[in-house]
């Protein structure tokens, strides 16, 4: 179940979804596709839940507490994407094995949700710790990252945000940046948007894969409109990884946030795994990635012309281009590759739910 994420989220369709059907489970997925405009795969049996959105999430965590009542007798295991959902399972007798998928440091993210007021967030920083510590004594745990582990007093098996690293690839072009992923300004779509004028002159294109949340579209629609950029909204990401193929870069532009300071960012693990070189601002973790591999470019924090200088070295110099997506690309499918996770983590939801594939 979640309320927040995308119903093609990559995480949780493309990743684990997959997994459990490939191992031969049936999994019912719900998920807001109403609210996001979408149906759901032929391969998952799909049941639509309001979205839980800003300020407005009473309604969905009743609607999924009504469903997961509703199911418990049904289904083997429960698996939660959305700490909101915390609620929606708490207190219901004879329920299955919930499982609780913490894909972010919940405390952390809450300033950078400009709908809730300054003063809210302390109290609402004390509420997620609370809710964190009940979930750990009453449910299952996984973590998308290893940093994760130091909020919890257990260990809990850490399911990484990896990708499916295609057999082959295309060489990395020399006319054409990508970003995939969600849009924001604490991400860097300010940025963004002011590489793709410092780069236009260059004949360089810049395009943009990914949901923009309400206070970044008009800055991205007006860029469209003056032709600065080509901004494609949320795709699939079984699509919009065929995008990033034969692209000269791909930017990471996070922004020095503490949520982002121990997560690793999954763009550049696609990047990576599509052979084309990235262009990251310092975030440690995305620092420790490309310094390992050789596999790009590391700019200063919201620094766009560092970020334009940066894919104009790489399309000067094709040797290094080529070179440095290389790199990546092998060390993708050596470490980071999904299949060498999937089974650990279905592994680990037999044994919770006490079936066999």
């Given amino acids: 179940m979640t309320v927040v994420h995308h119903p093609e989220d990559a995480r949780i369709l493309h990743r684990q979804i997959r997994a459990l059907v490939d191992a031969g489970h049936e999994v019912t997925y719900a998920a807001p596709y109403t609210a996001r405009g979408v149906v759901p795969r032929s391969w998952v049996t799909g049941v639509d839940l309001p979205r839980a959105a800003e300020r407005r999430r009473l309604a969905a965590v009743r609607a999924a507490r009504k469903l997961f009542k509703s199911m418990r007798g049904k289904v083997d295991l429960a698996l939660i994407h959305d700490p909101e959902l915390l609620l929606a399972v708490a207190g219901v007798r004879r329920r299955p094995p919930v499982v609780w998928d913490v894909h972010e440091d919940t405390p952390a993210t809450l300033s950078l949700k400009p709908w809730l007021p300054a003063f809210l967030r302390p109290p609402m920083r004390f509420l997620a710790r609370l809710l964190e510590t009940t979930a750990e004594r009453r449910l299952h745990l996984l973590l998308a990252e290893a940093a994760y582990a130091g909020r919890f007093k257990q260990q809990h098996l850490v399911v990484p945000n990896e990708t499916w690293v295609p057999d082959r690839v295309s060489p990395p072009g020399d006319d054409r940046v990508v970003y995939l992923g969600w849009l924001s300004e604490a991400r860097g779509v300010q940025e963004a948007v002011e590489v793709a004028r410092l780069l236009q002159p260059h004949r360089v294109a810049v395009e943009l894969i990914g ?97 334009a200088r940066a894919a104009l070295q790489l399309r000067d110099n094709p040797f290094e281009r080529i070179g440095t997506g290389g790199r990546g690309y092998a060390a993708a499918r050596a470490n980071h590759h999904w299949p060498n996770s999937a089974r650990r983590f279905v592994t680990q939801l037999e044994a919770w739910a006490g079936v066999k594939s």
């Fill in 211 to 307: 949901y923009a949340d309400p206070q970044s579209r008009p800055l991205l629609n007006e860029a469209v409109a003056q032709g600065l950029l080509e901004w494609r909204d949320f795709m699939p990401n079984d699509e919009a990884l065929k995008r990033l193929d034969g692209a000269l870069a791909g930017l990471s532009l996070l922004h020095d946030e503490p949520n982002y300071r121990h997560s690793m960012p999954t763009k550049i693990v696609e990047y990576m795994a599509h052979g084309i070189p990235v262009i990251t601002t310092p975030s440690p973790r995305a620092v420790e990635l490309v310094e390992r591999y050789q596999c790009g470019l590391v700019v200063p924090w919201q620094d766009a012309q560092a970020v």
